[in-house]
């Protein structure tokens, strides 16, 4: 018992050091002055390094192997915090440290470089940076080790369990039945107008009115806040200080609006975990795939849905007379799930969000290779956006310059957007069956209930459960593409009047 | 070389981890939701464990042996490094890392309590937190250890160089020159008209008169930022980012317009440090008292001037014409020197400031010896600000539970406060004569020749000389309560026509 303190204690270390460093991105993206930037990112590189000094040390790597030696002695709690973290040393030690501070450099200049060089679309200022980053990636496989491809190592990180063949089925029977059913869709969909969400609506009381959304939806306000940010992105410094960023167009009243809930499904998650956890390896989500089911289950599968607007369309159309006159909750229902081919990721709509992963994954898995260089991603990007999404980006900035993710190192991290699609109509229709009275509980603002059982289910456990494990035990089922098409089918065909 | 570019690079880490640690505590004043403070209290406190860790590690130690061996071939600022570095590593290593984290507990715990129960002014429930934050400075000084008094050795980690006895001295013959001089101010003072200062200013307006002024004294926004905090202070991330905050009262002109000069004050002294000093313990103040002649200067001898209102007042009555309505210059010039006794250091005149600093001194000594217990503290507090002040607070909100110095375990620090006026007015003094167009440059609203000789001879300079010298440099003085006396005598003679 001893040495399992002494574990606690040495965790705890690596989580409030995390928690500086998670502060110091942060302040970065919300508040800091513009020339503290390469401070900045010196010292989120020396805490980063610190980080992994301790995960790879000898002395928890020891400590891990006394408790490994007997664990038929520890609770199955104790038992999973030594198995995870067992993971999370395993992968610092394999990581040389000179690594690790060469990508902190590296990603730290290469996010600098696509701020200042996406907005004027200057790939060839951005491209060393991604090349190094690329190259540094590569490396960074290699030393993780892998069994059939290097991009095993890398999606492992963000996905326990989940390998590049199985993902490749996965999206392939997905296409399947996506491609032709969103070509049905497009067919007809140009007679939605979605003109008025063009309009221009109030900033601050867009602001206000996702204050009280996500109120509503029991985001914590006295663990967390909202502030803006010109990427939005949730971020945690242990569970009684989790934060969301948003940002606020005036002349697109989704940006703000769907961002909010988005970031308010992550924030719901990280708020949630079992107390107890807090300070350990254990607070985190179960996978980055299971942290964007939330997400996107409170963006789309409630946000976007009708017995939310049932709820919210009549305040809506309060809080915004002029830009909403005349517009009925039909019209205004069919707008925001309006599918048009469009060329940014973020912005999609449910049927052609998943498309924007595909080209994503399959770039990525040929940057990492090595078959596709750097140089040429521009060509690449537009051509398979072309072939995939039916649209062909006029410059970079919107094109492969649109995501930081790459920049920031985290390659392999995309599938995992894809896969929280799916992973949230499973979770949310067993909610569904368990709930009968969930859509009208949805439609009075009661959000509470469904809550709750997500924190029972899914916020709680966190990384007790690995993501496959969790699927099963919440729905007895596997990670299956099917619900997910069955729910856009009927959610589309409803709306488009296909039979 | 090597091993003083070994000894840099320990630095670094180290100023890095003291930057996160700086991040933790300003966004725990300004924007941290009210439940993450427990956690928030946990980080700082990991933070200041690893920071001590390594700063008291025998490497570090080692290091700088070997350097001190060798000083001679090294040039005099990399020398000077050596010489500080080694006193903070001599300071560290003497400090058991047990006592360094029941310290920063208790201060957590301390302060936390002073925030709930000073409003309520219920010391009762603040004072065990005291005695504990009391025992541990005790035994703080026993470790650093001292040649003549205990407090020696608390005042000395402030302001190098400067003993309990000198002070006493320096505190006498300043006491001797102010205390009558003030009385005779004090008979005629009531004469003064302040009370159009506490008509309604609006908030924002205020706000952006403050950053207004903050501008025009050459404050860089672009490596800083203001912020709202309950109470001002101001923290630094490293020279490219250095933040000031302040408080804003509609009801009281002064708090927020002379909160922001003072702090402007603090904020110029560190945004412009030597930039080769940066990261590195070169990279302070020279001393807190030091500091604080900066933000005084900046606050009283040209916030509080004639010549500084010649160039705003009549701005000031534009914005805010029905509250200063039928007010004039005079007028205005007076209400904000206005000297009156009051209960409240932060909102002191310049003639009662420094009693409020002397009667802490006396107090502070007095409890670190254990002649007062804490639990007599309220008591010996009010007394004593009778007979120094003539004013006896109705309640510790008002009283020894205004300042949360004590509570953050920082014990012999209010002395640098009556220093900072006394080598302020020695400084600047020094800048007139050197620049004898200073007053017009100020009524007209060029203040950047006076920022630049500050820049020149305090700024730059940081840490690398010590105060007694640094002010022997500047004015060819040593430190003396006498040009303070004159500044104040003259000053106030004219204000309120004394001969």
Redesign the interface.
Known sequence: MDKLNALRQQL??IV??E???A??GW?QHT??????????V??IT??QG?IHERMASDELHELLGALEADTGKLDPVDARLVLVTRRDVDQARRLPAELVVRKAEATGRALDSWMVNRPRGDFGAWRPHLEEVFAIVRLEAEALGYEEEAYDALLNRYEPGMGTRRLRAVFSELAEGLVPFRRQVLEVSHRVDDEMLSRHFDGQKQWDLGLRMLKEMGY??????Q?RSPHPFTTS?????V?ITTRIHENDFRAGLFGTLHEGGHGLYEQNFLPEF??STLAQGSSLGIHESQSRLWENLVGRSRPYWNRWFGEVKELFPAQLSGVGFQAFYAAINRVKPGLIRVEADELSYNLHIFVRFELELRLLSGDLAVADLPEAWDSLMESTLGVRPPSPVDGCMQDMHWADGSVGYFPTYALGNLYGVQIFNQARREMPAMDEDIASGRLLPLKDWLTERVYRPARSVDPGELLRLITGQDLSPQPWLAYVKNKYSELYGLD
Do not use: I, S, V
Not at 31 to 40: C, H, I, S, V
Not at 237 to 241: I, N, R
């Open positions: 705890a270390t409030d050091l928690a500086a460093t502060l110091l302040d508040y800091m002055p513009r020339g503290g930037l390469e401070a900045r010196r010292q020396t805490l610190l914590d306000f006295n663990h967390g806040r502030d410094f242990g569970l009684p200080d934060r807090d300070r």
